[in-house]
């Protein structure tokens, strides 16, 4: 409330919070190409110029969560890399593997989960219950990105989606 009484609008996230990602992967993104993890970099890197989070809480799934990771990176925003095991990049393509050993190289902490059954949904839940907002690239189509989102809510946390913004962006291309 500001001093007349009135509710204030506080932007998405107040400068400096802890910001948990969430979003699809290559395979609903339109692949693992280069011209898909440029525009997913793009986007993720405009809204850390606007959004200015203090910190990114990464899952370091290959698609969205990568892109933030890497914008986060290159905004001077500090990573934190979660991984559902070790290893968790080995089925990607080459490149893929490449960006995201620099990623890791380049974060400020990272979290490495033990795997084994239910893995990434328990690296997801390591990664929400961390963020103070969650950042989300989802499409509304069920899968771990729809299970993340409702357990962000079901936490109290905000959830911020950019899928239109994908679209739209997608569009242009």
Known sequence: MNDAGRPVS??????GERVAVTGHQPTLLGG???DVADRLRALAGGWIARERPGEIISGMA????MAVAEAALAAG???VAVLACPGQNQSWPDEARARFERALAGAAAVQVMPGGPGMWTKRDGWVLARG??????????PGGTERA?????????????????WLALDLAA
């Open 77 to 79: 925003v500090p990573l």
């Open 32 to 34: 693992y190409g280069e």
């Open 62 to 65: 290959a698609g969205w969560d």
């Open 10 to 15: 506080i932007p998405f996230p107040a400068p």
């Open 149 to 165: 989102v409702l357990k962000a809510r079901r936490l109290g946390r905000p959830v911020h989606n950019l899928w239109q913004d």
């Open 132 to 141: 103070e907002r969650v950042l989300a690239l989802w499409s509304g189509v």
